[in-house]
């Protein structure tokens, strides 16, 4: 199904003004094309700030606190990811990621209604199933952070899906065939953070600033000293312009790319406003706005390549960051969508973490799956704020 933007959409939505109609589910090269334009204003600089718009938008523990707005300058939450939770393999060592998710003021707000008036008590006592849906502007990104320790390197894998040693259920980035250095100085054979990523420095102004849920690190410390830098390596980004949201996912790919205008391509239907900004450029992209799309056809000879044969013709369905979903088994025939349409509460009186266990999102959720909960519009955040009400009870 195609939607047209009407002017009053376009209005609310400022970054749907230059699309005209939104892009069918099936289309890839329209849902791409729609993508990089959202990418392209949520990267843009935000006023004097020196920071991108998503990074001024209230970050989880904000819209979640009964506190009000902090004065800035404001606190940086982190967390580890709930993806890894109850792996035999998290990541260790360099491969360490950690989280934050920033809710745009639509997204905000409607989350504070959510909180004032539709609290789970009184959603049983008139016998909801779901809390009222997003607003069409609502947007909401989650950032992934690899740390880089003061005076020292770390690798980041650049992923590949068509190279055969990387296996369909061993895709940990540890096991990528190429692996880049990234340094805080020049140092031959890295590449130069600032260059080639969006980096938060740590201070000795601002260490006091960043906040880590219990159990980050050991004894809950955020493991962050004055002279260590945390470089974005993906962004997820969930924007409510339509009723099942859009899903893309931004991940860093290499300073090498592959050029051309089939999705094989790192960068097809990427913008030149993009492709010659630093260092947005260097962010790959999977997209995808429902649950049935097919995986396009790709001719032999492509540029760019086609992708291998994977078991249960993985790709098909496939929006994933490499950096995170490709660790879970069955990682690559992963989707966005799918995942976040089983967002829920627990039911009444249990409380639980309901981020489907590894390969646990092959098969699409069913009714029976929601039984006995409230479905919180594909929002695993509203949905753990009112997993840990139910724990505090």
Known sequence: MTYRVTSRLARTIPWLAAIGTLASAQDITALRTEAWELFGRITQQAGNSGLPVWRTWRQGPEVFSSAPNPKTPRSLYLSLPREFEKLT????GTYVLYESTYFNPDADAHIQMIRQKESLDILHRVNRREVSEFPPAAVIAKAFWRKIPAGTTTNIGIWDWSIPSIFYYDTREENWPQQQCVSLTSKNGCLLASDDFHVINITSQNVGLFKCNVGCLPGGSTGLIP??????????????????????????????????????CDNAQRPPQIANSNPWRNYSMDVTAGFTTPKPAIAAGDSCGVPLTLPGDAQWLATFDPFVEARLAGGRSSS???????????????????VPKPGATDDYPGLKDFEGHVRTDYDWSLAHFFDSLSSAK
């Open 227 to 264: 002279g260590d830098s945390l470089m974005l390596i993906a962004l997820h980004v969930a924007a409510k312009s339509r009723p099942d949201w859009f899903w893309s996912t931004f991940w860093w790919k290499g300073v090498s790319r592959r050029d051309g205008g089939t999705w094989t």
């Open 89 to 92: 393999t998290p990541p260790t």
């Open 336 to 354: 966005c969508i799918d995942c976040h349409a089983r967002a829920r509460t627990p039911p009444t009186g249990k409380a639980a973490n309901y």
